[in-house]
């Protein structure tokens, strides 16, 4: 996810723009934003990783307090989360 400052009022913005979200949304998801949010955007997308990961090995752990062999808890965690974000992702 690529968050780009909002552009300053200019006869080009709309071409500068454009092009912008062409060369960013080539390796993924692109948002102007204010800089005014650029704190955020760095902590949530920086940290955010860390406590899906968490999250993660906490479920599958869970797993293997139930019974299940860790490899197998730990594909059936992921895959639910996967399915999550996915979803929420396309819906949002």
Do not use: W
């Not at 998801?29 to 968490?54: M, N, Q, V, W, Y």
């Not at 999250?55 to 808890?73: I, N």
């Amino acid at each position: 996810m690529t968050v780009v400052s909002n552009l300053p009022l200019s006869q080009h913005e709309e071409n500068d723009r454009t092009v912008i979200l062409k060369i960013f949304s080539s390796i993924g998801r692109c948002r102007f934003l204010d800089e005014k949010h650029f704190d955020a955007c760095t902590a949530l997308s920086g940290s955010g990783p860390a406590f899906a990961c968490i999250f993660l090995e906490a479920m599958a752990d869970g797993g293997v307090m139930m019974g299940l062999p860790r490899a197998e808890a730990l594909e059936l965690a992921a895959q639910s989360e996967q399915t999550c974000l996915h979803d929420n992702l396309r819906i949002n």
